[in-house]
């Protein structure tokens, strides 16, 4: 089955430590991004690719690196600079330049700091 | 992208159709209008999308205005399965850049 999968689903991790968050799709899509979600509010965009090798910040970049290195990957690092990182986030994918193309989003990884 | 404003709430019996307002009124020519949801704690589920005409699948119909300023969504026999956030996006053709999600409304559906 085609799909987009985020790995994993819980995660911990202890102040001052980075951590990276795993996005997969086998969609053949060549754009991907990465949104925060906190409680009872909208989802802000953190990264966006295009295409392999590229990637553009999106409103709320500080504090998170991303990389895509290959079409179907698209992981993203927390570190420790940023101040908040607590929240529900989400990847999505999608057919770049086709406005009338829906983009597909994976199940999420609710990050935890402790 | 141009702005979208939903109301941040609204109430359906279940059975009844639920309608679902959208503004837009910024709306550029090459913007589509999408609506997703998201059930708590889940990914948004795409629901269905247009660019001037009235559009339907097996989930909803959108209904554009002519002038294309305001949208609404209808799901035609609200379920109990139905209760999430509904969110309204417009979106530029030929951009990736082109997700943005605004609060969204939250639509429970009632017994």
């Known amino acids: 089955d085609g799909g987009i999968t985020q790995s994993p689903k819980y995660l911990f991790r202890k102040e001052g430590q980075n951590v990276t968050l795993s996005c997969e799709q086998n969609?053949?899509?060549?754009?991907m991004y990465w949104y925060r979600q906190d409680p009872g509010q909208g989802l802000r965009l953190i990264y966006y690719?295009?295409?392999?090798?590229?990637?553009q910040k999106g409103d709320i970049a500080e504090g998170y690196s991303v990389s895509r290195e290959k079409k179907e990957s698209f992981p993203l690092t927390v570190t420790s600079a940023q101040k908040n990182p607590t929240a529900f986030y989400l990847c999505?994918?999608?057919?770049?330049?086709?406005?009338?193309?829906?983009?597909?989003f994976g199940q999420g990884t609710r990050l935890t700091v402790v | 992208d141009a702005k979208t404003t939903q109301p941040t709430s609204m109430d359906c019996a279940e059975g009844r159709a639920a309608n679902l307002p959208c503004n837009h009124s910024?709306?550029?020519?090459?913007?589509?209008v999408y609506w997703y949801r998201q059930i708590h704690s889940q990914g948004p589920q795409y629901i269905i999308h247009?660019?001037?005409n009235n559009e339907t699948n097996e989930m909803a119909s959108l209904i554009i205005t002519e002038d294309r300023k305001s949208s609404t969504l209808i799901l035609p026999h609200a379920t109990l399965r139905d209760t999430a956030v509904y969110y309204c996006?417009?979106?530029?053709?030929?951009?990736?850049?082109?997700?943005?999600f605004g609060s969204g409304t939250q639509l429970t559906v009632l017994p």
């Open positions: 969609l053949n899509h060549d754009a």
């Open positions: 910024t709306i550029s020519g090459n913007e589509y």
């Open positions: 999505a994918s999608s057919f770049p330049g086709q406005g009338g193309t829906e983009a597909f």
């Open positions: 690719s295009q295409i392999v090798n590229d990637f």
């Open positions: 996006i417009v979106r530029v053709s030929g951009s990736a850049r082109q997700l943005t």
């Open positions: 247009g660019l001037k």
